[in-house]
């Protein structure tokens, strides 16, 4: 590491020693150093890196959406590309979702112990914790 002005300090031992220089947008250079016994400071002066300039024909920037997303007013359960999903039902991946509690009896849906829940199906209402559809 160096300081703002790029000078750094090595603490070392007298020997010989290979010295690895790099910065990211440069080509590391490599440099032998011999230290001798009563040299008490290593002075290297100016090191001069060169650049290493590569150009990409393209970036492709790929990501996926959280399983659970927690927004201000609602939470959304992102089964698009879930494995566990697949073949599943609406209702079964509601029931697995953390913090719902799914009443197949009464038709009730709570979500962390509060009924009245509206499930949306790609920002459509689907159903009421009534039970209604």
Do not use: C, H
């Not at 947008?25 to 300039?53: C, H, M, S, T, W």
């Amino acid at each position: 590491m160096t300081g703002a002005d790029g000078a750094f300090t090595l603490p070392v031992k007298p020997g010989q020693f290979l010295l690895n220089v790099s910065m990211t947008g440069y080509r590391p250079e490599y440099f032998l150093i011999n230290v001798d016994a009563g040299q008490g400071e290593l002075l290297l002066g100016d090191l001069y890196l060169k650049e290493d300039v590569s150009e990409l024909s393209a970036v492709e920037v790929t990501a996926l959406k959280p399983r659970v997303e927690k927004l201000v007013d609602r939470t959304v359960v992102n089964v698009a590309n879930s494995v566990a999903a697949t073949g599943m039902s609406a209702l079964t991946i509601l029931e697995r979702s953390p913090g719902i509690i799914v009443n197949r009896q009464t038709g009730v849906v709570s979500m962390n112990g509060r009924a009245g829940v509206q499930v949306m199906i790609n920002g459509k209402p689907r159903w009421r914790s009534s039970g209604q559809y």
